[in-house]
């Protein structure tokens, strides 16, 4: 039983592409998150959401857009994709105000070429 | 904005040897985490530290924060091959965290790659 998964794990894409990532948690969890792992291992939040609000919002392009269609779910579409988004994209969930604790997923990397 | 610095980037031991990963905060520390991650793999969250001068172990593993020093070590003892990963630790900038309350603000260091060789 996967407690957090995301979808696809690997990504391949040119530049200008629209693509999503899923993410989907089954762990009853309120709050869930996007992360971003550059390639020198930085680990930034970009988004959270608790249920199904968007609570952070940090600096990120508005290429970058979530959606969360129930508490379990947190999708991630990016719009015209370019080079500086390659990175490894991390969904996590927890319970509210316990962000520490949260549970991720393995990760999806996304590779803009 | 805080910035946790870690040191060092990368550590080979032998099976058995002792280890230290210190995590150096820009800022005063509300709350210090640890975290492994396997190669292809999340975070998986070891432990919490709050206080000054709290220590905490699991397993092998044993992390201390020091307040006054904006610092927190992580220690290994007797490391084994299932050791080996990345070691990250990650703060939270909302503020305080009593209780263990974590906003979701959280920094990260840029982890430490531990190899245990058998």
């Known amino acids: 039983d996967t407690a957090v998964s995301q979808t696809p794990k690997y990504l391949v894409t040119q530049m200008g592409n629209d693509k999503s990532i899923k993410c989907e948690q089954n762990?009853?969890?309120?709050?869930m998150y996007w992360y971003k792992q550059d390639s020198k291992k930085f680990l930034k939040i970009m988004f959270s959401?608790?249920?199904?609000?968007?609570?952070i919002n940090e600096t990120v392009p508005n290429r970058f857009s979530p959606k969360s269609p129930d508490k379990a779910h947190l999708n991630l579409h990016i719009n015209s994709l370019e080079l500086g988004d390659s990175a490894v994209y991390f969904c996590?969930?927890?319970?509210?105000?316990?962000?520490?604790?949260?549970?991720f997923g393995q990760g999806t990397r996304l590779t803009v070429v | 904005s805080q910035e946790l610095e870690q040191s060092p980037q990368s550590l080979i031991v032998q099976e058995g040897k002792n280890l230290t990963i210190n995590c150096t905060s820009s800022k005063t520390l509300y709350g210090l985490y640890w975290y492994k991650q396997k190669y292809g793999e999340g975070l998986i969250f070891l432990m919490m530290l709050q206080k000054g001068g709290e220590e905490k172990s699991h397993e092998k593993i044993t992390a201390k924060l020091d307040e006054k020093k904006q610092q927190s070590s992580l220690h290994i003892t007797a490391s084994q091959p299932s050791h080996a990963g990345i070691y990250l630790c990650?703060?939270?900038?909302?503020?305080?965290?009593?209780?263990?309350?974590?906003?979701?603000?959280?920094?990260f260091g840029q982890g430490t790659i531990l190899t245990v060789h058998p």
């Open positions: 959401y608790n249920n199904k609000e968007l609570i």
């Open positions: 762990l009853g969890h309120d709050t």
């Open positions: 990650g703060a939270d900038t909302g503020g305080p965290s009593a209780g263990g309350t974590s906003y979701g603000k959280l920094t």
């Open positions: 996590a969930s927890s319970h509210y105000r316990r962000a520490a604790e949260a549970f």
